[in-house]
């Protein structure tokens, strides 16, 4: 009998160990940048595919930011370094690949109930994720968002044997300077590490997936009046924002005969707040793909144009930023505004042509 009680002790006290040791293992290495995100040597490239929907909770949780970024993709090219700068406020990026108006809704309700130092949100609003039926990410995990303390991400993250996998292959890559299993897609700080280097045809990929038909979701618009409604009782600034998407893409909504319902969508969302309109017909969106410091990609506008977007939201080092660029539209100044930007077509001598044969060589 005691035989058996030293064993049976020995066996947990061993897997205990053993539990032990795999978690600090997962959390020095932090495959999937969730802990510390330390940048150093050994673990600085993160696992391809980390989840930020995962990373991100965790990050504003810790960090504690006085200001945060709502939006897409395309809003993690607002640089919180930056947002600092001008305000003085501490900020941490949370745009999410294909976010939705209620998943950015979601993350905006965890934020004010984990960071009590929130002071002010940026919100950027792009078209296509208002489509009514625009698919929810698949990375989207709403108890993470209710749940204080999630067991379920501590243990895949820091327990799990495929985290363990992951860790390995995280120091071989860094140790190795290696890139068969990791990327540097996101900082610290939760936007875009533009030195990424995008795979061949991402342009035309993304031209092939703009929609063709398009129905306006009202439940994102409420969404939208949602969050408007839960800054204001808890006292927070909000900036909303449409993104300055490339001429080419604005082309497809023509081309696809949905410029009618963009415009209607810029009507709606105004009756709801006045909002910053960087989109359009400009030198910034019509500027080339290839020798352009303006867009990192087709559907994503780099840093730079990043840093003008907050300069005119925020009227700061407001010289850097050209006159055309950025438009706060309003009930009373929206139908001049829309009428302005489809003349301003006239201006792309683009327009009109196949715009898969216009990306292959712009």
């Not at 160990?17 to 495959?31: G, M, S």
């Not at 969404?223 to 808890?234: F, R, S």
């Not at 001429?247 to 009756?271: G, S």
Request: glycine content about 4%.
């Amino acid at each position: 009998m005691k035989s058996y009680k030293k064993w049976t002790i020995l066996t947990l006290s061993l897997t205990a160990f053993t539990l032990f040791a795999v978690a600090v293992i997962n959390y020095v290495v932090d495959p999937y940048g969730i802990y510390h995100f330390s940048g150093h040597s050994y673990n600085y490239n993160k696992i391809i595919d980390s989840d930020p929907y995962r990373s991100k909770a965790f990050q504003v949780k810790k960090y504690q930011p006085e200001a945060i970024v709502l939006g897409t993709s395309r809003a993690m090219r607002l640089n919180p370094p930056f947002i600092e700068s001008l305000t003085g406020e501490p900020a941490y990026n949370v745009g999410l690949s294909a976010a939705t108006p209620y998943i950015e809704f979601k993350y905006l309700e965890y934020a004010i109930k984990v960071d009590k130092n929130l002071k002010t949100v940026y919100l950027g609003l792009d078209f296509e994720v208002f489509q009514n039926d625009y698919p929810t990410h698949a990375n989207y995990d709403e108890q993470r968002l209710t749940s204080f303390f999630y067991i379920q991400d501590l243990f895949a993250t820091l327990l799990s044997e495929n985290a363990l996998k992951d860790s390995r292959k995280v120091l071989l890559d860094n140790i190795n300077n290696t890139a068969n299993y990791t990327e540097h897609r996101y900082l610290g700080d939760g936007s875009f590490d533009e030195t990424l280097v995008y795979p061949p045809n991402t342009n035309e990929s993304t031209l092939e997936i703009m929609p063709t038909t398009f129905q306006l979701s009202s439940s994102s618009m409420l969404y939208i009046e949602k969050i408007k409604e839960l800054c204001e009782q808890n006292g927070l600034k909000l900036y909303i924002y449409i993104s300055p998407v490339h001429a080419i893409i604005l082309e497809t909504y023509w081309q696809n005969n949905l410029w009618d319902q963009f415009e209607d969508w810029k009507r709606q969302l105004v009756d709801i707040a006045p909002v910053w309109d960087f989109s359009g017909y400009h030198e910034i969106s019509m500027s080339s793909l290839k020798h352009s410091e303006s867009y990192n990609d087709l559907s994503h506008f780099s840093k730079k144009i990043g840093e003008l977007i907050l300069c005119r939201m925020l009227n700061k080092e407001a010289d850097r930023v050209p006159a055309y660029f950025g438009v706060y539209i309003t009930p009373d100044n929206i139908e001049e505004h829309l009428d302005k930007l489809r003349k301003n077509r006239e201006q792309w001598p683009e327009r009109d042509k196949n715009m898969l044969e216009v990306v292959a060589v712009y």
